[in-house]
């Protein structure tokens, strides 16, 4: 039987499969994993679960206590969680306000641009 398809997203940005990793043995971790920006944190862990609860983008505008235009910025990654919106974020999803600090830092850190697109090691 051939080996089944692993999603490995938790580990890496995007769909990968354990075919794509498994030439140095079953699976080897790619060294230069990319961080996730933390409104794809928002969007996965807390906004199905508003939703869930009956509130709308509205509702979760307000209870944020941000502009619409921040939120929906936010969520297409165009604005970046400084400590005052990582407090925000803290009070509306329960998730500590360094959670969303450090999902920004890691973003940051690994979609830095380096000269020919080339990452440290």
Do not use: C
């Amino acid at each position: 039987m051939k080996n089944q398809r692993l999603d490995i997203d938790a580990l890496v940005e995007g769909r990968a499969s354990i075919d794509d990793y498994n030439s140095e043995g079953f699976v080897s971790v790619p060294d230069r994993k990319e961080g996730l920006h933390p409104a794809r944190y928002f969007e996965e862990l807390f906004l199905p679960k508003a939703k869930a609860k009956g509130l709308d983008n509205k509702a979760v505008i307000e209870h944020l206590d941000i502009s619409e235009k921040h939120f929906y910025n936010f969520l297409k990654e165009k604005v970046n969680v400084t400590m005052a919106f990582a407090k925000k974020l803290a009070v509306a999803t329960g998730m500590p306000y360094d959670f969303w600090l450090r999902a920004q830092y890691k973003f940051d850190d690994t979609h830095n641009d380096y000269p020919n697109n080339a990452k440290p090691l």
